[in-house]
């Protein structure tokens, strides 16, 4: 069920800074370990419940980690069911979006603009950030909401999980675009990607 309590956002939201502040052994130096976003599509023959036919973002953090959000997978809830007595939320049109199974109670802004919406946010590309701190969120959802997707969850891989995936050909990885991270219409979307890489790799 989705929270109904600031409090319990914000509660929330101090337990993921958590993990972006943490700071493991180094790991070894691997494809995915620079500073570097980028934007993971599956492959056709990753075949699963959640993460089949899925396009992600997904950023390194400290240790090796990777924080990351599927952006493709609209559910039938809208901020203004989540947030029935906040009348902002109600104005915003299109669906919450399931971001990933790690803190599916918390909700998440996705948002395209030049500079950082504010405290809790992290920056994934030159013009997209990610928000985590409920009253960055709220200010988004009041002010910036036509250029922002809202998702409940995210993924947190593990020092070398994501690379290890990506060895065993479980993701496409693409530099990151905005414009595609945020398309209002994602029906075809993953197989219009999945032509699009099959046909570059082809090529060469």
Known sequence: MLYR???????????????????????AETALSDAAAVMLVAKPQLQHPLYG??????????GGV????????????TLGDAFPDHEPSKK???????????????I????????????????????LFVTIA????????EAEADHARFLFGAVVWRAGELQNEV????WYVMEPESSVLLQRNV????EELVRRLEQKGSML
Do not use: C
Request: zero cysteines; hydrophobic letters at 50%.
């Open 53 to 62: 036919r899925a396009i992600l973002i997904a950023k390194p953090l400290a």
């Open 187 to 190: 029906a075809g979307l993953w």
């Open 5 to 27: 309590s600031r409090a319990l956002h914000l509660a929330l939201a101090a337990g993921l800074t958590m993990i972006l502040t943490w700071t493991a052994p180094a790991a």
């Open 108 to 127: 998440f802004a996705l948002v395209q603009r030049p500079d950082s919406p504010g405290q809790g946010s992290v920056q994934l590309t030159d013009d």
């Open 134 to 141: 409920g009253e960055t969120v709220d200010k988004i959802i």
């Open 167 to 170: 060895e065993r050909g479980a």
């Open 66 to 77: 990777h924080l990351g959000f599927i952006v493709n997978k609209p559910t039938r809830v």
């Open 92 to 106: 915003v049109a299109g669906p919450l979006y399931l971001g990933g199974p790690v803190d599916a109670n918390m």
